[in-house]
């Protein structure tokens, strides 16, 4: 089973500032089966980044997603106040699927 | 969209059903995930279920505990989980998804407790 680890566990940053998370697989992974989802408080995850660098519908373009083999990214180019939340990656491709631990964006 | 039942109390050893209503999309083009978050702690995933023949696969942890199931003629599908622990509590959520895919829509949650 692929383990995924993200880093930071707990980012603090200002509305304006540019945000890198990091999702880092247990092992080299195809890229097409890496997610990204945002989740906040109270509510259900949201699919944000597909296939480790497409955008799901509706997803503003400061969100963008990177990365191969075993090191992936999600990147925030300017921090809006609603986009502090809970970040967590996932590896879809051995279904029923694998997350992240998650990463905490807080207002600093 | 889908849409969940509403939240649960269960005692130690009961079983739980939680359904999840999908509208708006063709039921069975797609399959179902079941994902859990604990209390202040991450997403895991259960398993999935094939809305189109009811094939399911379960994440090994569950296998002996999960049943995962679909009625087609209302769009809704099913995940019970028998033997209920305290360490079951947690949130419950459905996703649209298709085989090893993305989950996309998620249902709302169903908040489940458990207690001796």
């Known amino acids: 089973e692929i383990v995924l680890t993200q880093s930071p566990g707990t980012l603090s940053l200002s509305p304006g500032e540019r945000a890198t998370l990091s999702c880092r697989a247990s092992?080299?992974?195809?890229?097409?089966?890496i997610a990204w989802y945002q989740q906040k408080v109270g509510q259900a995850p949201r699919l944000l980044i597909y296939?480790?660098?497409s955008r799901a519908t509706g997803i503003p373009d400061r969100f963008s997603g990177s990365g191969s083999g075993a090191d992936f990214t999600l990147t925030i180019s300017s921090l809006e106040p609603e986009d502090f939340a809970v970040y967590y990656c996932?590896?879809?491709?051995?279904?029923?699927?694998?997350f992240g631990q998650g990463t905490k964006l807080e207002i600093k | 969209q889908l849409v969940q039942s509403g939240a649960e109390v269960k005692k130690v050893g009961a079983s739980l059903k939680v359904s999840c209503k999908a509208s708006?999309?063709?039921?069975?083009?797609?399959?179902i995930s079941w994902v859990r978050q604990a209390p202040g702690q991450g997403l895991e995933c259960m398993g999935w279920?094939?809305?189109?023949?009811?094939?399911?696969n379960s994440a090994q942890k569950f296998q002996d505990r999960l049943t995962m199931t679909t009625d087609p003629s209302t769009n809704t599908a099913y995940m019970e989980l028998r033997s209920l622990r305290s360490d079951d509590t947690a949130v419950y959520y459905c996703?649209?998804?298709?085989?090893?895919?993305?989950?996309?829509?998620w249902g709302q949650g169903t908040l489940v407790i458990v207690s001796s």
């Open positions: 996703a649209r998804s298709l085989w090893s895919n993305y989950f996309d829509p």
């Open positions: 708006n999309y063709s039921f069975s083009s797609y399959g």
């Open positions: 279920i094939s809305a189109d023949n009811g094939n399911t």
């Open positions: 092992q080299s992974v195809r890229s097409s089966w």
């Open positions: 296939g480790a660098s």
């Open positions: 996932q590896h879809y491709g051995d279904s029923p699927g694998t």
